[in-house]
């Protein structure tokens, strides 16, 4: 079954200790996102990769690091988390074509204390 | 820089009821539109797309039709069900060549069906 997937799905934390969510995608996309979604403001890209060893910044990347050492992992690493980082996090897959479709993973609630 | 600007939620209807999400953008360029839809405690999938003016995309009972002259993609369904109570999220690809898979979101409207 084509999927994205995102461990964990929920966790809480506190102030300062680094986390890493994983996200893994069997489709063989090229490019992969990690978005967050808050209240009223939807959902603001943070980072993207268009392939292995290519990242950029999105709209939302401070306080976020990202790496892609192979096609289908894209982990989001927070290495001093703070509570503003509470927040429910996406990441997302597609071959990054005009017009294509992205596939979301099931989302991880994170909460930062 | 790009933005998408949906109708403000919650909207409640009952079932069998006319909906209607208003979705209008800004964009250089011709940007792709989208609508996703992310069910309770879902990831967000897609609903419908398209990629040129004059377009209409559909699916499930739902259509919307890409307006350039108002820069629209308004989401209608002549009669909605119980199930389709969700989020819904009109967005837009990179309008400038490779999207570089950034979508670029409105705010999100949340639907609620009652029997």
């Known amino acids: 079954e084509a999927q994205v997937t995102q461990n964990p799905r929920y966790l809480i934390t506190v102030t300062g200790k680094k986390l890493t969510v994983t996200c893994s995608q069997n489709m063989n996309h090229e490019y992969m996102s990690w978005y967050r979604q808050d209240p009223g403001l939807g959902l603001r890209q943070i980072y993207y990769?268009?392939?292995?060893?290519?990242?950029d910044k999105g709209d939302v990347p401070e306080g976020y690091k990202v790496s892609r050492k192979e096609k289908r992992n894209f982990p989001l690493i927070l290495e001093s988390p703070s509570p503003n980082q509470t927040s429910l996090y996406f990441c997302?897959?597609?071959?990054?074509?005009?017009?294509?479709?992205?596939?979301f993973g099931p989302g991880t609630r994170l909460t930062v204390l | 820089g790009d933005s998408v600007t949906q109708m403000e939620g919650p909207v409640t209807l009952s079932e069998e009821a006319f909906l209607t999400i208003n979705c209008t953008y800004t964009?250089?360029?011709?940007?792709?539109l989208f609508w996703y839809v992310q069910y309770p405690g879902e990831g967000l999938q897609l609903l419908l797309k398209?990629?040129?003016?004059?377009d209409k995309g559909s699916n499930k009972g739902f259509e919307a039709t890409y307006r350039k002259e108002t820069t629209s993609f308004h989401l209608e369904k002549g009669s909605v069900q119980v199930s389709d109570s969700a989020v819904y999220f009109c967005a837009l690809d990179f309008a400038g060549g490779t999207s570089y898979g950034k979508l670029t979101f409105g705010q999100g409207t949340i639907l609620t069906v009652h029997p």
């Open positions: 964009a250089t360029g011709y940007p792709s």
């Open positions: 398209a990629t040129k003016a004059d």
């Open positions: 997302a897959s597609s071959f990054g074509g005009r017009g294509d479709t992205q596939y």
């Open positions: 990769s268009m392939n292995v060893e290519v990242t």
